[in-house]
């Protein structure tokens, strides 16, 4: 009994170890990013999960327009943006 005891409670805190120092912080990130595409405006300067940086131009519910070098627009979903450039 004292050893499956033991067991069980190394088991708990392995999970517990796993969910705090894995699933939480990328759950926290997840919000975090999910917040700022939510937040895109016309002007704001951003990247791309491919690396792409450009300046929205036009924001859709599901898309955003981004202008990547004089006349050159494209289109893009808004969960491919990653983050915010500052300017």
């Known amino acids: ?26 759950s926290k990130r997840n919000k975090e990013l999910k917040l700022l595409q939510d937040s895109l405006k016309e002007g704001d300067r951003i990247v791309t999960f491919a690396g792409i940086y450009g300046e929205i131009i036009e924001v859709g519910t599901l898309t955003v327009k981004l202008r990547i070098a004089p006349k050159v627009e494209i289109e893009l979903d808004r969960n491919a943006i990653r983050s915010l450039v500052s300017k």
């Not at 009994?1 to 912080?25: E, K, Q």
Request: aromatic residues 24%; hydrophobic residues 60%; proline residues 4%.
């Open 1 to 26: 009994v004292s050893a499956f005891l033991l067991n069980r409670s190394s088991d708990l805190f392995l999970f517990g170890f796993m969910y705090f120092m894995i699933i939480r912080p990328q």
